[in-house]
């Protein structure tokens, strides 16, 4: 079996690598081709990869290549982890919102629309040329914004499936607090990608999430940024994205005072690709802890072993059409929740019905995805603006135009048509 993983220069993939090396019975995986242009950062990850991969005593041969054509013949699945622009684009994403008074993130609001406009041709393109040279493979992306790449993707006919490791996140910290193992508790884990509610928490049939609340409401409002009131009166936990939108003004206090997340990153990166050169390194070091991506490993071997049959299929939280299971949604909406994934494909699993409190937000954000989507592939300053104005976090027409401007400007060189 061949996996080839695009954007492999990323400091991500020693993650990667040392969950197929761990998890070699779930997923026996005889070639792994990690694909980047940038050749000397290449080199420096996959020496690591074969290192962990030696360590581990794992026959996999781990090949690099900086042009994707040739890297695809053969492949069973490629999974899309890249950043157009790199940490320099995301640290534009993160500043000039704040400019306007709003957000500076790099999948929500104006820069997660900035990201999504550079991002989606080249994955297209990416899946395109899959299509090509490897027609039956999967293609997993784990690229942000991954709700609407996914869209793209799906909306391009192709085979795909977006992932996100905030379920799994949520999946192992319930299950610490359980004390159970944490393939024992099934989430109910419901919305779009970075827009997530967990209602429930099943273990042996028994919702837990209740129990969870009355005892541990403090330690995980603490983990996500908002009230432990708010997760008591409503007995969910929403993921820190939700925190944009619940306490949008505090984060851009909180933003206008700190390092930007991205040159925190960058300054993270340059010390891991350091110490990834050390050859006697053959594990992940513990500073990549702070790198954020916890569990994606793991997350990303499950699903692929179950789409591509080596595992007899398993309920797994990725991105998925709709098709009907939020009825308020249009079916090719790409939404987040758990789904049935086999060698026949991925299908979303029935959910209780949104609460209105949610669902009016899932909704917005949706509609705001489509436009994004939209200007994504046909371009042009109106149709960035008309995403801007039915972000939730904009939604004023002062606003949405001077955030429209800045945009522009911060991204011409990926945009051709601007």
Known sequence: MKIVVVGGGSTYTPELVDGLGRMRDLLPVEELVLVDPVADRLELVAGLGRRILA????????????????????????LVQLRVGGQA????DETWPLECGCVGQETTGAGGL????????????????????APDAWIVDFTNPVGIVTRALLRDGHRAVGLCNVAIGFQRRFAQLLDVAPDRVELG???????????????????RLPEILARHADD????????????????????????????HDEVVRELLDDQPRAAQVAALEEELLRMYADPALDRKPDLFTQRGGAYYSEA????????????????????????????????????????????????????????????????????????ALDAALRGGRQRVFDALLAHPLVGQVDLAAGLTDRLIAHNREHLPWA
């Open 189 to 207: 884990h419901v919305g779009l990608n970075h827009l997530t509610w967990e209602r429930s928490a099943v273990v042996d049939g028994v919702d």
């Open 300 to 371: 990303a071997v499950q699903l692929a072993a179950a789409l591509l049959g080596s595992s007899g299929g398993s309920t797994q939280v990725v991105n998925v059409r709709n098709d009907g299971t939020l009825p308020f949604l249009a079916d090719d909406a790409v939404i987040e929740v758990p789904a049935r994934v086999d060698g026949s494909g991925v299908t979303a699993l029935p959910v209780a019905p949104l609460e209105p409190l949610y669902a009016g937000l899932v909704a917005a954000v949706t509609a705001y995805e489509d436009l």
């Open 114 to 133: 900035a990201k999504a406009l550079r991002t989606v041709p080249v994955v297209l393109d990416i899946a395109r040329q899959v299509r090509e040279a």
């Open 55 to 78: 360590r581990l005593d794992h026959p996999a041969r781990l090949v690099t290549s900086t042009d994707l054509a040739p890297a695809l013949d053969g492949a069973a699945a490629v």
């Open 220 to 247: 995980l409002a603490a983990d996500i940024g908002l009230p432990s009131d708010l997760l008591r009166a409503h007995g969910m936990v929403p993921s820190y994205y939700l925190r944009y939108f619940y306490a």
């Open 89 to 92: 684009a995301r640290l534009q």
